[in-house]
C-alpha cells in the first residue's frame, strides 16, 4: 500500500515511475479499457492560429456516464438524484489494480483511468464522495500543482498537464470530484505556454489593463490564464503557494461567474473547465456541454480532440473547431481586453 502524508513527501517521490509501473501491469492483466489512439492528426487552426491534434480513440464510448444531471436540464440535484448517483460511484472503491496512491494527504487517492485517453492517464479523487460540483480546496490546488512539479521536472521529458470538468455543461461524465492528469503528445506545444512567455507572475485586478488575465486573442472561445508564482528549487514557501493558488482559482471562478451573468444563462448550476501546467492556471467558462453531438470537455480547448470514429471526425471537421468551442463556451468579444468586470461580486 502507498501512502503520501504531506505535499513535501508528494513533491519527493518518484511519481512517474510509479504511475508507469501500475500501468504496464494492468495493461498487460487487461484491467484497462484501452486502446491507442490513431490516425493522429496536427494542423493549425485557420481561425484562431491555434495548433490541434486529432485522433480517433476507439474507446471512448465505453466510458460510464453516472451524471447528477444531463447537459441542458434545469431540475434541482435533489438528495435523491446523489444517492442514486453514489450507487454507481466508481471512485467510492477504486480497484486495487488501477490504485497508484492509496492514501494521498490522508483524504484523497490517485487512481488511473480506467479508459485512458493516452497511457498514463490518471485521477486524483477524494477519498469520500464530494459533488465534483463543488469548488476545488486550496490544498486540492496544491496537490495538483505538486503533481505537475514532480512529474514535469523529473527530467524524463514528459509533459503532463491537469483539468478539472465542473458542472453539468462542462462536459463531464462523473460526479464524484476528481481531477485528472493527461500528458501531453510530443511535440505538442500548449499555446498557453506562449502567452505566458516573458510574463512575470501578478495578482491579477479588473481595473489595471496590465493586471488582467492574459488570452489568445484569436480563439474565438472566452478563456483567462493566469501565470503562477514560481519558485527556486527548495525554496518553496508552501503557505504562500497554497494562498497565492487559492486567490488566483478565485479570481478566475468570480470572472466566469460574472461571464454567466452578462450572457444571462440562467442555469442553477455554473459550468467550466480549468486547466493547469506548472506555470499557469486557465478557466473556460461553459454554457453548453456539446454542439449537436460532439461533446467537449477540457480537452478540446487544449487543443486535443479525441473521436470516437471517422464519422464524428468528418463532422468536427465540417463545422470547424473554432465554431464548436464558441458555442460550447462563450463568444470572444471584440473589445475583450477591454472588459471590466465587478471586481468583488457576480
Ligand atoms: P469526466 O468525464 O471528466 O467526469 O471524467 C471521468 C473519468 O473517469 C473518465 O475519463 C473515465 O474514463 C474515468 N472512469 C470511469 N470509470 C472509471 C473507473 N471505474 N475507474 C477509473 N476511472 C474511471
Redo the contacts with the bound molecule.
Sequence with gaps: MVEVKSIEELSQIKLFDLIREVFDKAYANGDLVYKEPTNIEHFKDPESQLQYEISILEGLDK??NNRAREPGEEEDVTKEVIEKVQTKD??AT??PE?TVIDSLLDDYRL???????TKY?F?LVTKDFEK?DSLLKPIELQIIRTILENLNGSGDGVKYFSFF?SGSE?????FHK?V?FLKLPEHFMPFQDNIISGVNYFLPKEIVQERRPLFAKKARFKHYILKLKEYNEGEVDREEELDSLAMLYMYLIKRSLNINKEFEIDKRDFSYNLMMMNDWMMIVPRRSAKYEDIWQ?SLGFMGLFFLKDEDLKGKVQQVGISKILEECGFPMEEDEHQIVYNEYGY
Aim: hydrophobic share 20%; glycine share 4%.
Design positions: 466510458r460510464p466508481p471512485f477504486p480497484e488501477l487512481i488511473l483511468n480506467k479508459y485512458p485517453n492517464h485521477l465534483q470538468n462542462s462536459g463531464y461524465s462523473q476528481h485528472q470537455n
